[in-house]
DNA sequence: ATAATCTACAACCTTATGGTTGTAGATTAT
DNA sequence: ATAATCTACAACCATAAGGTTGTAGATTAT
């Protein structure tokens, strides 16, 4: 997943009307017309919607007959979500490594619950 | 998390330069002026930066001295990640309720793989 | 065949976005 | 005291975003 479409996927769900569109179409094709019907704008916008929900990646349109379904692809969201968890991951990891530094430190302790709070402590050196 | 603050999150996230921004600060806190010597504009750029994630409750300021430190909100991060999962659950449902569909239409057989291809399967009905 | 429906797309308008430069206020260092 | 650093913020500019209307092409229904 390169930058520019991180930008795409983020921008994409950056907006109620398509992440509403998403929501829909994870779970039921729907054609676009179909779509259009429950929001309070016109057809063109909501084609120019699931356009920037089809470049980034988030929805797939296919011709039916006349009509053209829209489904979401879940496995970019899921990609989505994974980017934001590594986020977390970092956090994590920071907070392993403040423990880790502790559990140096104060190894005599193995009782002490984890806590870890944002600014840093104050090291109590064994004599 | 209402509508709109899910848009200034996303919204935030939706550039690389806000991204790397959220990125360092999860580990460490930075001021704005150490932040805007790494990226390739001006200094009131990477400052609108700071302020759109700042709204986004993704990034806090505070001041140390003349210089303001930049450090990330984790809490905000995970409840992002928490609406793109709950999307990600909604795929999974629709899984669930297919299988149970199957599962009512064909308990004779419990060995069955859970495969749920996209269409809709044509149900063979028991004599 | 004709009408109705669904889609595609262009042209246009308004506002938001992302960048710039410049000026001024606090705070720290010399 | 003066200079250097960090920040805040205004003004400006180009372009992108999100909406509109209008026209035309396919496909289905009557």
């Known amino acids: ?5 991180i930008d795409d996927a983020f921008h994409a769900l950056a907006d109620p009307t398509r992440r509403d569109i998403v929501r829909r179409t994870m779970t039921a094709q729907i054609s676009v017309s179909a779509l259009a019907r429950d929001y309070p704008m016109s057809f ?5 919607h699931v356009a920037v929900l089809e470049r980034a990646h988030l929805v797939q349109k296919h011709r039916h007959g006349r009509e053209q379904l829209v489904r979401a692809i879940p496995a970019t969201i899921r990609r989505t979500t994974a980017l934001l968890d590594q986020l977390e991951s970092l956090w994590r990891d920071r907070i392993d490594r403040m423990d880790a530094v502790l559990a140096d430190d104060d190894a005599a302790d193995p009782a002490r619950p984890s806590l870890t709070p944002h600014h840093p402590i104050p090291t109590r050196r064994k004599p």
Chains 1, 2 share one sequence.
């Not at 063109?44 to 120019?48: L, Y």
């Open 1 to 5: 997943m390169t930058p520019a479409e």
């Open 44 to 48: 063109a916008a909501v084609q120019k």
